[in-house]
């Protein structure tokens, strides 16, 4: 104990009123510990029960035999009544609630916490004390006079401690206080439970983390409290608290003496923790209204809060109360009603870890095949987690090896994806079928692929799965294997008859394109797959600079010259990315240098220039690239593109090659000169101007590469524009900061010289 708190405890007089006045303190803390100077010793700690990083004060025991020595009949009879447990502990009880009844509701927690020591130290231990001594007639008399008279200082304790909730400092500063029924219920206050219903408090009354005191009491197993409240006439089917009814806090805890004696009582062992949808009150059927706050969905016949729908068997189920399950089957619990997160109590038992439970289900009968709450079953859970022994006793038992669900698909499906390979020859062995749909990547083959499984696809591919099939997030499994560059898979899939030249993606196509929504249709195909980016297997393995995965595709007969996905070809795929040697592989495969791609990359010339890759550039205009073609969203063109790039050294080379210099298109800039001046390239636009770039061309979203370097504030590109006649006049309407054309010239030059 504290020191400062021993003093108030001290200064406790039960003979006044009131019991406790600051100034009765000691006027010098350390006196207390003069009164037994041999029994006791002062030490300072930072292990303070409120405040972590505060030093205090504290009362010990100096050594452990002063304990062995006040316990012993060595003490006199005289003294040692007044230090045996439950004098002593009914003393602290009695100190606790006087020194509580003289704190004044209306001032502020942080004041009272401050200004009283003892008061968190007297909330929150109060009770435990008295469960050791309420029997005491004293004790319960100050136990009675504080839940029924002091309801100033009932306020306050509940202020500074919330009894449902001991590890939460912050006491129930912002929700109403249960009755004294519930908390002495929860506490297992028997003869105090016993006194206020005497006294007439309300058995039923709602309150509490908890709904009511038989809830209360069921979920801390105290059977001697349960016993008094049903014996009182406790509804052992009342709804409401944190679990929803008596039986299932008791079984979720583990409680099985008040498991046993809610059942003999006549609760329901079946009640869903939301309750019951409806009840029969004189001879009419009505709608429970405490059932309504769980949202029940009268289309899916199910609550639309999972945990409304679970049973006390989900529960002790999920936490391993394996003698409550047993106790609970025995006495009629639905093995396989559906409720709860897990859906029923076969996947709680499994996902809470619980096999013993899992085996004492089966062995009673559980559905082994029943769907959980997010749709899969048991097999599922335990092939995805890799479970071996669990997918053997499962298989033991007969459970089928080709359910599946539209949500994750079949356990094949799922052993395959995160790569289980003695999960996938178990349930291969016992008939799964390896063509079997599997969600977002089709089947167990694709997922198998696209992780890199090399082992798992050989063994699929073994027990005859369809190396072709289309859908799911990369369209086949090729394409799956050649983005992800495993080329020992490409090459199992090729040798076993895969289409080199199949489209990716399911059936999304580019024009679908979406990364951010991913519909996956009813026959398994997936639209706006993320997968359909680059096409098919040779673009995603050329985008992804897999050489020997593209060697192998052309040697396989893969076209080279295939329309597809975001860079429209392969030869642009590689040549965006900077591929040089996959670029010369698609050449000499027979690639055309100058087949149009798609709308952001045109043509190989454009990728290759927008990216700055000199190297490839010169490859491609070798093997015949036609310099001013035209397209592309954003540049027109590749002389553009490199002028907008900063790409000096491009620039050059396609002006040597004759590209048109005044080739106008693109959405921003109209023409290289403009894209050049508007990025502030200054050695570029002075390389396109004695190229015979016309300094006052019009197009684009700046009108002129004037306005354009003006805009972005390039100072010395607009003085060399203007140095080669670019006309200012041409600028009156593009920019609010120009005066009336008399003045545009000359404010032009005074700024810029």
Known sequence: MRIKEAVDAIAVDFEKEPHFVPKNRMPDQHEVS???????????????????????????????????????????ESFQKGIAEVSARGSITRVCLAYLSCLDEQRPIEEIEAEFPLAQYSARYWMDHARHSETGEDVQKHILKFFLQHSQAYAVWGKLFNPDRPWDGEGLRHRNMATPLYYASLANLVHTVNSLLKKGADIGAQGGDYGNALQAASSRGHKETVQLLLEKGADVNALGGEYGNALYAASVEGHEEVVRLLLDKGTDVNIMMGGYL????????IFNEQ????????????????????????????????????????RGADINAYGGEYGNALR????????????????????????????????????????????????????????????????????????????????LDKGARPNAWGALYCNALQAASSGGYEKIVQMLLDKGADVNVRGGYYGNALYAASERGDEKIVQLLLNKGANVNEQGGGRATSSRFNQNVIVIEEDGSVLNAPGCTYGNALQAASAQGYKEIVQLLLEKGADVNAQCGKYGNALQAACSQGYKEIVQLLLEGGADVNVHGSDEYPNALYAASARGDEKIVQLLLDRGADVNAQGGEE?????????????????????????????????????????????????????????????????????????????????????????KGADAEHMKARHPFFVPRRFESRRLRYYYG
Do not use: W
Request: net charge negative.
């Open 34 to 76: 003069r009164y037994c100077s041999s029994l006791v010793i002062v030490v300072r700690t930072k292990e303070d029960v409120y405040d972590e990083n505060e030093k205090e004060l504290e009362l010990r025991l100096a050594h452990f035999s002063v304990k062995e020595y006040l316990t012993s009949e060595r003490v006199e």
């Open 278 to 285: 409806y009840t029969e009150q004189n001879g009419e059927i």
């Open 348 to 427: 709680a038992a499994y996902q809470g870890g619980n096999q013993k439970v899992v085996q004492l289900l089966l062995d009673k009968g559980a559905n082994i095949d029943a769907p959980s709450g997010d749709g899969g079953n048991i097999l599922q859970a335990a092939s995805e987690q890799g479970d071996e022994k669990m997918v053997q006793l499962l298989l033991g038992k007969g459970a089928n090896a080709n359910a599946s669900d539209g949500k994750y698909g079949s356990a094949l499906y799922l052993a395959s994806l995160r790569g289980h390979e003695k999960v996938v020859q178990q349930l």
């Open 635 to 723: 540049y027109g063109n590749a002389l553009q593109a490199a002028s907008a790039q900063g790409y000096k050294e491009i620039v050059q080379l396609l002006l040597e090659k004759g590209a048109d210099v005044n080739a106008e298109g693109g959405e921003e800039y109209g023409n290289a000169l403009q894209a050049a001046s508007a990025e502030g390239y200054k050695e570029i636009v002075q390389l396109l101007l004695e190229k015979g770039a016309d300094v006052n061309a019009q197009g684009g979203e700046y009108s002129s590469a004037l306005q354009a370097a003006f805009s972005r504030g390039h100072k010395e590109v607009v003085q060399l524009l203007l140095s």
């Open 291 to 330: 059932s309504s706050r769980y949202h029940y969905n009268p289309r899916s016949g199910r609550f639309d809060n999972d945990a409304a729908s679970s049973r006390a068997l989900h529960a002790a189920s999920l936490h391993g109360h394996q003698n409550v399950v047993q106790l609970l089957l025995d």
